[in-house]
Nanobody, 116 residues
């Protein structure tokens, strides 16, 4: 299984970025995809998840600003991040849950930096 995350970068506070995560090497059904993030010196935290039926969970720190979606056919998840704040800075990790797996499968992170 490979998860290729992209779309990170540097932006100013109030700006927007869109992350993408393409899954490959998966021969079982994807049940959900999501994003975690880890800020410098802090623990990794869940940001948002989406199921293959389109049900989403958005964590409180980003609720109303971030939107998660998934293209089932392309096995790709997206995270639209709006009204970014400096505290959104961190490494964002894509995760996928597939049928029969024991928990999330992790991809490499992509850096998001928001300047004040």
């Amino acid at each position: 299984v490979q998860l290729q995350a992209s779309g990170g970068g540097l932006t100013q506070a109030g700006g927007s970025l869109k992350l993408s995560c393409a899954a490959s090497g998966i021969y079982s059904s994807i049940t959900a995809m999501g994003w975690y993030r880890q800020a410098p010196g802090k623990q990794r935290e869940l940001v948002a998840t989406v199921t293959n039926h389109g049900r989403t969970i958005i964590e409180d720190p980003v609720k109303g600003r971030f939107i998660i979606s998934m293209d089932n056919a392309k096995k790709t998840a997206f995270l639209q991040m709006n009204a970014l704040k400096p505290e959104d800075t961190g490494v964002y990790y894509c995760v996928v849950d597939i049928y029969g797996s024991d928990g999330w499968l992790w991809g490499q992170g992509t850096q998001v930096t928001v300047s004040s």
